[in-house]
């Protein structure tokens, strides 16, 4: 049966259509990656924002429209902005999520999103989403084991957990039912983890110096802390690592870990690490 011609050219000029957009939307996202790299997160938000006007159902423009929202979160100039920014955040994440479920970095993102929202939800939510923060991260470790920041989430949500104090997880469990198990050890173990596949990563070194701390394994510490100091810091976030190792080496205190948590923190600071340049996504994923 042969193809009418009107047919088959409106066919390949429609071909020829989607790769010119398909090249335009991988055009930029590696725009906004180089931006991201750069850490112009306003910038590389709106690169992200036009590649979802010509692709939105793309996952991967959605997570990392997802990871920009997050990054200027503490710049807002109003707790209203931030929320919106928060609620974007998860949102989007979400989406990419639900378009892309075997997509690692999409479950990360919505991880971190969890964590954002914590800081505009109730108590009550907060103990909520504190498991959906465990589960999101552990789905992006099934589909991805290789990724350093998956490991770090997961430490850190078993730190901030394991850092309650006895009391407010006592109240906890007799109002909301309790949080899931967590503890220092499973934290040391899923931050060393990270360590291992990003030596050259001065936040996962920072942060499980501060586990082993509170495990009072002060050697341990000691060791982290002298890997931050042979690293060159990329950041003002490395710089502080930096100057909390110095103070760490020097005996400082202050730096010890605090046997517990006030009230106010049910959840681990998880926006904290959307900070950090992460892995970009790839469409692989």
Same mark, same amino acid.
């Given at each position: 049966?042969?193809? *009418? ?17 398909? #090249? !335009? ?73 639900? $378009? ?5 970095? @999409?479950? $990360? ?31 992006? $470790? ?56 990003? *030596? ?13 701390? @509170?495990?009072? !394994?002060?050697? $341990? ?17 490395? #710089? ?5 190792? !110095? ?32 892995? *970009? ?5």
């Amino acid at each position: 049966m042969r193809v *009418p011609i009107t047919i088959l050219f409106i066919a390949l000029t429609f071909r020829a259509a989607f790769c010119a957009e398909s #090249e !335009k939307v991988g055009a930029l996202i590696q725009q906004g990656d180089a931006q991201v790299a750069s850490h112009e997160f306003r910038a590389a938000l709106e690169t992200f924002q036009e590649a979802d006007k010509l692709d939105p159902n793309n996952p991967d423009v959605l997570a990392r429209i997802s990871r920009q929202c997050g990054e200027l979160i503490a710049d807002a100039k109003s707790r209203s902005k931030a929320m919106l920014l928060a609620q974007t955040a998860f949102a989007d994440a979400k989406r990419a999520v639900e $378009l892309a479920p075997d997509n690692a970095k @999409a479950h $990360l993102s919505l991880a971190i999103a969890y964590g954002r929202m914590t800081d505009f939800t109730s108590n009550r939510v907060k103990i909520e989403y504190s498991r959906f923060i465990r589960d999101e991260t552990l789905k992006s $470790l099934a589909l991805d084991p290789t990724d350093e920041y998956a490991w770090h989430v997961i430490g850190r949500w078993h730190a901030g957990i394991s850092g309650l104090n006895f009391l407010l997880k006592y109240f906890t469990k007799l109002v909301y039912g309790g949080l899931p198990d967590a503890s220092y050890e499973e934290a040391a173990k899923y931050l060393k983890k990270a360590t291992e596949i990003a *030596p050259q990563r001065i936040l996962h070194h920072q942060e499980l110096a501060k586990v082993y701390v @509170a495990l009072g !394994k002060r050697a $341990l510490a000691e060791r982290e802390w002298r890997a931050v100091l042979k690293l060159p810091a990329a950041d003002a976030d490395d #710089e502080k690592a930096r100057r909390e190792a !110095k103070q760490g080496l020097g005996g400082d205190s202050s730096l010890h870990a605090s046997a517990s948590q006030p009230a106010s923190s049910l959840i681990p600071p998880l926006a904290v690490i959307a900070t950090d340049p992460w892995t *970009p996504v790839t469409a692989d994923r």
